[in-house]
């Protein structure tokens, strides 16, 4: 027995005696190739769900048998099949009595059931690879190439079904179909689920869904679309549409859906300000531009908004998240420093590309270079590759760190080959001045095959060796080109959303294969005014703020009450945790005092995440501790709804005496003015007759106790989902 | 795998089931009155089986407290000796007196293994039942790829009246949410101490210049100024939908008589009260008592500094052993004497236990092959030992039991097919347990 081990071990085309007199099938065989288990047996294993990792492919295996995860690691997978276990998973002598044919069958006792038929096509293939003598690879046979499904799209209505075949072409240029060892997956299975044979079939929603077929490290994706039916809800052009509108309003027709009406002034106000400062307009703010009669008053709003420093302030909120501030892993002086690059550059309007070309190729003494902290935060060479991949590409490699990531093209060659770039950054103190320094030829070898890896951004060829100098600037070269595929797309994307409240792509640093744009032609368009804005983030925003899209009510009309991804409609957003809460201290005209800050700094413009406050904690600040968008929270919870209606700190700016209250009280125009003021400050708005009456009702009912009653208008205004949200 | 449109035992095709998991992320799916009348087809009445899960984050050295290897090398026994307890033939530390007094009201499983050393994974896998995947970060709070117990319980079982099924306490575990089961099974959190001198929960009551008649008249005008309210803004924005929830659910919290009495630990004898400890671990266990009485499905305490690394044989003695001594014991006695042992399920346990061999430091680090968790109540029989460690407790002997068995047996002393489905966000249905098996011979 110890004989036949070794020479399977090294002879990848050796066949046992024995087997080659059960070999070769009668009907024509002499054109078929031996099964071999790279091109027969692998797929099996994936399509039958042997290597997933609730079954043989998690770390330690299953009852003694461990397969590499989706097949990562064909050879150990081989290995672990003919090799181990005593030779009793495959005995070319007896295939039938294989454990590999008798337990996927479920003929002996198999914890996870039978997974194929005796006698079906999958047992066949197995069975004979088995009987031939479990061959690992035949070179001669061609390698896959790529994989298509057929159709490539579908526009479906209700409870329909859709069967789909997958088509794999392999390097002598031939096209097989593949379907039946393909696995599927539907990012939106209540809109369309598809079934192991690769059946789609639509529910009773609204959208579209990408349905995504997986053979062998190929991918393929198929668009389902299921418009709103019922007659065609056809509408003009209204006049004034923007470049972007008309994408829009393009996949509105073909998903049979009609946008909303445009938001009224106030609402627009309230929305932009929020979006581009953080903060509510001021009472002031609000009245003026409602009094205001020039029809071109939204774009000069925008114009001041724009120039106003508390841009500055939410960007550089937004950055400090996703390129993780964290005073935790950084230290005081250190995060403060690294925070101070993000709002300079930011405040400076610099170019977006410029932005992370600064960041990535950061380097010497980090007082001076504050950027370099970006790579003090993350640590290690892999966490900066998959930081910088995710932060600035939208695209996360983390899987690919340890094998090919399931539901896109990333390899483990490309996770590492990212690496490679970082692997000269190191730090070098001085005195008390740390500097960062890359340079050197450190190598990276693929951690399986152990083949040496050059440098070599995602989804391109790997060169013949390094770069020399500094590694980074490669890379930042190829991220920050105007025809990089993901970068100008991805800063775009996350700016719309940052809009609308949902990306094309959603979420906005998971972009993959399987989570195709919902407007793939508004994406390529956003990415254009950005790139040939030369990155200016500025000329963007005036672009989508511009647009009737952004500016659509919150109210549905018939066709798009149900409608969240296609932009028919504004969409409701909670206000970010610093967010609220300086609106909160407007409203009331009593700042927050956060402790160790001089008073007066508001939420938006704290650069640490840990600094104390039940508030922000408690409405999903994020703690910092990766670049994912993901962690800053907009859930809510009993203890939020508690906070909002008994809180101490609430009560106490709503009754302070130099706060907004007492002076809206003490306004010519009485009850009137208190009354409209309120409004105002919270909402941008005027009361409606009813809102109006209701108010002076109660304010009228409580003689003797005018500021108990004013602070309960004010309590009850605060309460609202018309406050608490941006919409 | 359940095929399609098979009704679940509670009468909800998959179909339907797969729209309220997903609702609160495509949003459109489920109106909130359907959502509602969701949890109240789940609200069950009256008793019922209620769930405490005492977790010991950080990893209890079980070797030094339910699995004492006194026969084993100096290098591996540590400093503590054995005493009898009141079943004859198991034997616990010398510092656990109390809990020695009363080990027939509870269990251990001296062969319980999962293999994962690492604190933030092991938490998950022992919260939820499941080992987190590679995506997993445990830095994020919540971290939950999966739904924790107590949101599987909150869930499945929904509220008893106007007190929130699942409680944590104090704070949440990062891997305590709800995950994919959303946000009617997200726990209440209790911040603050229960052993802090003024105690009570956070914003529970209106500021106290704001008596009882305010806070209605306040109320009454937020409902005719909240425009957004029952619209059909409010229709087609999930998100403020849920938020309506919560502020409804807060509201109920707040003028429930039930919640008003279970908080206020201040009513117990302070006899009592000192029974359990007058620490946060005690205060805690008592705290727990006092909201399942009240009709609470979940509480799970998660207390901390259990990482006895260094110096990990005098913390033990002097502060931790002895804190956990006095409240285990008295919430085991304390229940039973109340007559709601027989209706509540209690787990100890950490992620994992300690090293059997002792460190260079005085303590033990992370052993994730072999420890011991403590259960009882709720249909568990007391005084039984199931499994058997080996001669160092450094793996089972026999019958091997993890995280998922354990999740297996709490959902079906809860009453909860451990075999049924969730759907992750995804639309994948997941198995309430990952292959659980029922402890059966313990019941």
Known sequence: MKTRFSTLKCGAGWLLAAACMLAVPARGAAQQPQPDFIHDVAPILSRFGCNGSACHGKAEGQNGFKLSVFGNDPRSDFEALVLQDRGRRVMPASPENSLLLTKSASLVPHAGGPRLRVGSREYGILRDWVAQGALYEDKERPVWTSLRMEPAGAVLGFARRQPLKVYARSSDGREQDVTWLAIFHSNNPALAEVDEQGAVTTGSLVGQAAVMARFEGQIAIHQVTVPRPGAPNAFEEPPGVTDIDLLVHKNLRRMNLRPSEQVDDAGFLRRVAIDLIGRIPTLQEARAFLEDTAPDKRARAVDRLLARPEYADLWALKWSDVLRVDRRTLGHANAFAYYQWIHQSVEANTPLDVFARDLLEAEGPLTQNSAGYFFKVTKKPGEMAATASQALLGIRITCAECHQHPYDRWTQSDYHGMRAFFEQVRFKKTGAEEALIADGTPKVTHPRTKEVLYAHPLGTPMPEADPSGDRREALSHWLTSPDNPWFARNMANRIWSHFLGRGLVEPVDDVRASNPPSNPELLTLLARILTDAKFDQKTLIRAIVASQTYQRSATPNPTNGEDELNFSRALFRRLPAEVLLDAICDVTGVPEKFPGVPLGQRAVQLWDSEQQSYFLKLFGRPMRTTACVCERSASAGISQALHFMNSNNLQAKLAHAEGNLPRWQALPGGSNALVESAYLACFSRLPSEQERNAALAYLAARPGHAKEAAEDLAWSLLNTLEFVFNH | MTPPNTPFCDGLARRDFLRIGTAGLLGMNLSMAQMLRQEARGAGSGAGPSFIYLFLQGGLSTIDSFDMKPESP??????????????????????????????????????????????????????????????????LSPNNQHPSLGSVIAQRLGARGSIPPYVCLPGMHASGSSSYLGPSAVPFVIETDPNSPGFEIPDLQPPLSIDAARIADRRGLLAQVDRFQRSVEQKANANAGELSVFAERATALMTSREAKTAFDIQQEDPKLRDAYGRSTLGQSCLLARRLVESGVRCVTINHQNWDTHSKGFVTLKDDLLPKLNLAMSALFRDLDARGLLQSTVVVVTGEFGRTPVINKDAGRDHWSRCFTVALGGGGIQGGRVLGRSDAQASDPAESPYGPEDLCATVYHLMGIPPHEEMLTQEGRPVMLTNAGRIMRDLL
């Open chain 2, 74 to 139: 100096s290098t591996i026994r540590g400093p503590f000796n054995p005493i009898r307890s009141k079943v004859p033939g198991i034997h616990v530390c010398e510092h656990l007196p109390e809990v020695a007094a009363v080990t027939d009201k509870f269990s251990l499983i001296r062969s319980f293994t999962h293999g994962d050393a690492g604190h933030g994974s092991a938490d998950h896998h022992m919260l939820t039942g499941y080992r987190p995947n590679a995506a997993f970060n445990a830095g």
